[in-house]
Structure formats: C-alpha cells, structure tokens
C-alpha cells in the first residue's frame, strides 16, 4: 500500500511540473530575454546531467577527460554523434590501460 502511495505521489508531481508551463504560458512569450533565456535552458540542463555522468564514468578523471576532449574534437570538426561517440569511449578505454 505505502509502495501504490509514493507512486501515485511521484506521479502526480510529475505531471504538475509538466502540465505547469502550459498552464503558464497560454500567450505568445513576447519577452526576448525570456525567449532567449527558454531557449538555452535544454542546453544548460544537459550540460548540468551529463558533465558530472562523464568524469565519473570510467575509474579515473582523467582518462574521462581525455575521451571528452576526443569527443569535443571531433563534434568540433562537425564528425557526427556516431564518431563522437566512438572516438570518446576508445580514447577513454585504451587511456585507461595507462592511468
């Protein structure tokens, strides 16, 4: 019983977080700060959960780091999420046989 409680209160919570900004913003936002603010707001957020997930993921910082510099590379020579993704897990793997 305590167990179908909590469910149903994570629930309702969640539902009100989503259902709240609809509620709140009927009209058309006309506020450029608030528009550009909105805008950044998904970047900042998973910034916020992935950055903390990536120095943690592997044994060592540092072999974490050196897979996200790999992946910042080569996102910045616009390679794809797929080479991102595999050049930052191999660099981090064979860094960590050296750390």
């Known amino acids: ?58 044994g060592s910082v540092f072999s974490a780091s050196l897979g996200l510099v790999g992946a910042m590379l080569m996102a910045f020579f616009d390679k794809g999420l797929m080479a991102a993704a595999v050049t930052s897990v191999v660099i981090a793997f064979v860094s960590g046989f050296f750390v």
Do not use: C, D, H, Q
């Open 1 to 58: 019983m305590k167990m179908i409680a909590l469910m149903a209160v994570m629930a309702i919570v969640t539902y009100i977080i989503r259902a709240l900004p609809i509620t709140l913003f009927r009209k058309e936002i006309k506020s450029k700060w608030l528009k550009s603010f909105l805008y950044y707001i998904p970047y900042a957020v998973l910034g916020a959960m992935t950055l903390p997930a990536i120095f943690f993921s592997t």
